[in-house]
């Protein structure tokens, strides 16, 4: 019996894929995509808030700044509930549970091959009624102390906060997600009821599912367990409040001593997304990506002349960050010359704004992201969380799908100018000891 | 044969084996082409530079440029190869995927294609002089001495191998797959060529998975392909990672670099093969140890004691050892040691709630299901299978872990001994 619950089906033939998307009274977003034959099912609980929302403006008006780390501070205390710890609920269950931070981002999830719908109302009901006690606080900043160490010694993490510190005055991108052992000491249960009470709320908030399911039973889930409370909140949201960034970077040369082999390097281009619209946003995206694997990818005569060169290595990598309405182009990796790396790409850069871009190497890179985005229909975890981030974005279930087979060259070379400004460019370097 | 529906063997010649899994709910398919060896220190740096050295180019794309534009127009092919190592074989392989062609309305055979391409690049690679090109050589050799080197980046993984190197100092099991880095820089063109086309094509065991919706027809078309290699006495690797138990006395090493955390590994000698009757006891047994977040590790050693962000225990079933590895502060290397010691105890003692034995059970099942929705797991989960001559597919593994009783885990764990601890810390 298939009851009308107020959902909408959203398909894409080509791919042979769907989803059934609903809107629970609360404002809460489901998205559920089946998956006939897959033995895996993936939920995810997701709150478009990360470590960069660590200043807003909460629901009564008043500005607030806490400090760095805590929304992954509360995704760790979010799992210890007054009974005891989630994870040995969901470890009963035999189920993988897991959760992260992202800079704009927290999810909590799990995978299952059983037991789907007893982990899931888990999922739903830990998330929505936190526990916080002043000794639990202070025991969780010992394990994410720990976990701040691990990321110290980490080269790859380190030059890229080095990075984000040069390129950035004052975004809050520059803390680490984690935060240090010296922001996390001023955290308290005050405060993380405070940030939990202004951003988890259900209309900033969606939950993920994909798996061999019935669409009828998922949706009954979610009106069974979304709480009466949750109905009657109010709309309102946090805003967040990002001050003001320059457009030139902070500082253009930075050097760090680790124990590395070869000298690690990040280096980059700084931009801005203000005022974009979430279908440019993307457009400018895959505008980027197609842009980038011409000129700097493991197919560019760019990469073939510097790896023969030594200049580079296998590591070498650049791509394009965009975080709600800000941006960069990054290029990371090893060499015994980042400077003769900037060098080499400010040049390329200025020759191909000369020649313009290759209709044959347009289509042949187009054909190449087509396919490797169709590859990603493979996974559950990995539809969930596009279908996560695409409705945090303001973005519809299929429109990257639909902008691939409509994206133009003209699209690409109109970003060629004005990416590449050497005022907005910023490098970091992290060397051996001697 | 192994019995499973999920795979089956197409054929066999000149030590070239074939299997097949098809599965039509991925978008995609994969091939994977495998070259085994003993791990030892004659071959162990020539096996590992081939794959590099490879995927430079081959006759028809004769550079990693020309290579990737190729895969591009493939619609996002994707083609790696590198070396690895089960217990005390050592792997360089060769793996590719692409989406199946009708995701893509104008696609023309993309299986067909990309088969050319990798059979290209493996058995036919570019030349000059008519052995490797000299520069393709010597940069392969720099990007293989800064992988080895780069190992030591990851504190964390550095740590677990190190444990092991000095545990098997005297077995093949401590050779790093890659090789060692004063054997890679006595390699040249014409030495390496020499070895490739005369021992490493004709006499390594060969075997190729092809996993996906693909029409037998295009099977074949692959497998004809190898008749036209040149075979010769193929390598047997039939009695490789003999189990050896653990020296009387335990080795303590310490070593000392630029870090904050420290890393503390301890490893142990399972005593048990996976033909033995106790494997399965033992695969549970290591889960209720350190397999997840019921385990006595995460719970004792992270959550109750605080005292790590991770504290896990793995075993590699191709060699009989368990390691244990865990990110501690520096002070506290006696407490987590002594804790990780107190939970192996407990276990032989029989001290195991129903809980934790369930939730081990629970948490495997879902491994093994979890590996059937991906499609190199389960290859690389048949290739194992077959490396080890053993013939259950994934049905009767997880038939065989359902039967494990509490008891059978205490008894696992009996055979289980401390060989060697290694702990990775700061400077003095």
């Known amino acids: ?130 526990y916080l006690t002043k000794e639990s606080v202070e025991k969780e900043k010992s394990i994410i102390g720990q976990e701040i160490n691990m990321y110290r010694d980490n080269p790859s993490w380190v030059t890229m906060m080095n990075f984000l510190n040069t390129l950035y005055f004052s975004n809050p991108i520059r803390n680490d997600i984690a935060g240090t052992i010296d922001s996390i000491s001023k955290i308290d249960t005050e405060l993380l009821y405070k940030c939990y009470n202004n951003y988890y709320r259900p209309s900033n908030m969606v939950i993920s599912v994909a798996g061999d399911l019935d669409y009828n039973k998922v949706i009954q889930l979610v009106n069974d367990n979304i709480s009466s ?10 805003q967040t409040i990002i001050d003001d960034e320059p457009a030139l970077v902070k500082e253009k040369n930075v050097r760090a001593k680790m124990d590395v082999f070869t ?172 | 044969m192994i019995k499973e529906d999920r795979i089956s063997k197409v054929t066999e010649f000149n030590g070239i ?75 360089t392989y060769f793996s590719s995927d692409a989406v199946v062609d009708k995701y893509i309305p104008e696609s023309e055979n993309i299986f067909r294609n990309l088969t050319d391409l990798i059979f290209g690049i493996v058995t036919d690679p570019f030349l000059e002089d008519g052995k490797f090109k000299k520069d393709y050589v ?52 014409d030495s390496l060529y020499d070895y490739y086309r005369n021992f490493y094509l004709k006499k390594l065991p060969i075997k190729v998975f092809i996993t996906g919706e693909v029409p037998d027809a295009d099977i074949n078309y692959l497998v004809d392909k190898f008749k036209s290699i040149p075979r010769e006495e193929i390598v047997d690797i039939s009695k490789v990672g003999i189990i050896k138990s653990a020296d009387p006395e335990v080795n303590h090493v310490i070593e000392r670099f630029n870090v904050v955390q420290g890393k503390l590994c301890l490893g142990f000698r399972s005593n048990l093969a996976p033909s033995d009757d106790l494997y399965y006891a033992l695969t549970v047994c290591n889960t209720v140890f350190g397999g997840g977040i019921h385990s006595k590790l995460f719970q004792n050693v992270r959550e109750k004691a605080g005292l790590a962000y991770y504290a896990s225990s793995r075993m590699d079933k191709f060699k009989g050892v368990i390691i244990v590895s865990s990110g501690i502060e520096i002070s506290n290397k006696d407490k987590a040691m002594k804790i990780i010691l107190e939970q192996l105890e407990e276990i032989k003692k029989g001290n195991i709630t129903d809980v934790e034995f369930d939730s081990a059970i629970k948490t495997y099942s879902t491994a093994v299901n979890l590996l059937k929705d991906g499609q190199r797991s389960i290859a690389d989960f048949f290739l194992g299978q077959t490396l080890l001559g053993i013939k259950t597919g994934l049905t009767d593994f997880m038939k065989n872990i359902n039967q494990v009783t509490i008891d059978d885990v205490v008894k696992a764990a009996q055979k289980i001994e401390l060989d060697t601890t290694y702990f990775l810390t700061a400077e003095e």
Request: aromatic share 14%; with cysteine; hydrophobic share 35%.
């Open chain 2, 138 to 189: 010597e940069q392969e050799k720099t990007t293989l001495i800064d992988l080895i080197e780069t190992q030591k980046n990851n504190k964390d993984s550095y740590a677990i191998q190190r444990c092991f190197e000095e545990m098997c100092k005297d077995e093949p099991y401590s050779i790093n797959e890659g090789g060692d880095i004063e054997s890679i820089k006595s390699i040249n063109a």
């Open chain 2, 17 to 91: 084996e074939f299997y097949k899994i098809p599965e039509n709910k991925f978008k995609t398919f994969t091939i994977g082409i495998y070259f085994c060896d003993v791990l030892n220190k004659e071959r162990v740096s020539s096996n590992a530079m081939i794959p590099f050295v490879l995927r430079r180019g081959s006759q028809e794309y004769s550079s990693s440029m020309a290579i990737s534009r190729r895969l591009h127009e493939l619609y996002g092919a994707s083609f790696y190869s590198d070396v690895t190592k089960k217990g005390e074989i050592q792997m």
């Open chain 1, 1 to 130: 019996m298939e009851v009308n619950m107020g959902y909408q089906i959203k398909e894409c033939k080509q791919l042979g894929e769907k989803v059934y998307e609903y809107i629970h009274p609360s404002g809460l977003k489901l998205i559920f995509a089946p998956k006939p034959g897959y033995f895996e099912k993936y939920a995810s609980f997701s709150v478009n808030y990360g470590s960069i929302d660590c200043k807003f403006k909460d629901l009564s008006g008043e500005i607030v700044t806490v400090p760095a780390g805590i929304a992954h501070f509360l995704e760790h205390k979010l799992f210890e509930q007054e009974d005891g710890s989630v994870m040995d609920k969901f470890a009963s269950l035999g189920s993988n549970p897991n959760a992260f931070t992202s800079f704009t981002q927290t999810s909590y999830l799990f995978s299952c091959t059983d037991s789907f719908d007893e982990n899931f109302k888990l999922l739903m009901n830990f998330v929505q009624n936190p």
């Open chain 1, 263 to 434: 000298p690690m390097f990040m280096f980059g281009f700084k931009g801005d997304l203000t005022g974009v619209s979430p279908i440019d946003i993307a457009r400018h995206q895959i505008a980027m990506k197609i842009l980038l694997e011409i000129l700097f990818g493991r197919s560019s005569s760019f990469y073939e002349q510097l790896y023969n060169d030594g200049l580079i290595n296998d590591s070498f990598y650049c791509g394009f960050e965009s975080l709600r309405d800000f941006g960069f182009i990054s290029f990371e990796g090893e060499s015994n010359k980042p400077e003769a790396v900037v060098e080499a790409v400010l040049k390329h850069v200025s020759d191909v704004q000369k020649t313009g871009i290759d209709p044959t190497d347009f289509n042949r890179v187009l054909n190449n992201f087509r396919g490797s985005y169709i590859k990603r229909y493979n996974s559950v975890e990995s539809i969930c969380r596009q279908n996560t981030g695409n409705s945090f974005a303001g973005l519809d279930i299929y429109d990257y799908f639909d902008l691939y087979a409509t994206i133009k060259i003209n699209d690409v070379q109109s970003i060629l100018e004005g990416s590449f400004d050497e005022g907005k460019l910023s490098l970091t370097v992290t060397e051996p000891y001697n």
């Open chain 1, 229 to 238: 409370k949750w109905v009657n909140m109010s709309a309102g949201v946090a």
